[in-house]
């Protein structure tokens, strides 16, 4: 059965008052974190924080409570993807981990809610600077209640892009893509949260984020803020994408030929 009006208002407003609890006890944990000399690593350049998997199960404990009906996937724990018919809650419960080990005030709670191969509701927490973005499919994007929309700019010698990378693409790809935004003009970045720099996109603050591959956990949220918000989004659902996750391209509609063919990302 599709979801009510009611219902999917039910759960952009639940998901914001629970990603700001969440947010909360990440700042609080932020604020107390150890020194550089104490962080853990599981692999090269990736961090171990017990940070992670206890806001992970605020999130689980509010969204099973409030919505026994729902499943819930987190990217630390896993869970359940619901067949068609049930809705799920995927959650990445500090989107830039790297930076809240170093303590660089760029991360955030990333909460979607994916129904029937959609995504209907994307909530992106930046707790430190106190900015929540939401969004739920049809409703348009906002940024701490009020509308938000795309920058429109469409030349991308004035653009600037953020372009995220992990150690599951090689290195060359991505090298490659940055070298052709940079002669294109491009100012390109990285900030180190893929889910943030979607919400920044979705509030005109940059033109696009692209990555050649990206977790659902991580771009589920923002892909919701960024369409909602007037944005183009490639067809990251596509195949295994809600499972496995696909390489994803979000940009203003005017730049998105243009940064089609210099990513390669469609
Ligand atoms: C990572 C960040 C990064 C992106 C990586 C993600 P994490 O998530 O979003 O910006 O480029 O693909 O894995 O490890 O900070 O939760
Ligand atoms: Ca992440």
Request: some cysteine.
């Amino acid at each position: 059965m599709p979801l009510s009006p009611h219902d999917l208002e039910h759960r952009l407003l639940a998901a914001q008052a629970i990603a700001r609890e969440a947010g909360a006890l990440g700042r609080r944990r932020f604020r107390d974190r150890p020194n550089a000399l104490t962080l853990n690593f599981k692999g090269p350049q990736d961090y171990v924080l017990a940070s992670d998997a206890e806001v992970e199960s605020l999130l689980r404990l509010r969204l099973t409570e409030a919505f026994p009906e729902d499943a819930f996937f987190g990217e630390e724990e896993g869970g359940e993807i619901a067949a068609a018919g049930r809705g799920t809650w995927i959650a990445d419960p500090i989107d830039g981990t790297a930076n809240f080990a170093r303590g660089i005030p760029h991360w955030c709670v990333s909460l979607a809610y994916v129904r029937d191969g959609e995504a209907l509701v994307g909530v992106i927490h930046d707790p430190v600077h106190g900015q929540l973005y939401a969004a739920a499919r049809g409703r348009g994007a906002t940024l701490d209640g009020t509308l938000i929309r795309i920058s429109g700019l469409g030349d991308i010698a004035q653009a600037t892009i953020e372009a995220g990378w992990s150690p599951r693409v090689p290195l060359e790809r991505y090298v490659g893509v940055v070298e052709r935004l940079k002669a294109a003009g491009a100012s390109v970045r990285r900030a180190g949260s893929g889910a943030l720099a979607l919400a920044y996109v979705a509030a005109g603050r940059m033109e696009a984020y692209v990555e050649l591959h990206m977790n659902p956990w991580d771009a589920l949220a923002g892909l919701v803020l960024v369409e909602e918000a007037g944005g183009h989004v490639n067809n990251y659902l596509a195949g295994d994408g809600l499972t496995k996750g696909n390489p994803i391209l979000a940009c203003t509609p005017e730049l998105a030929a243009v940064l089609g063919e210099g990513t390669g990302v469609r």
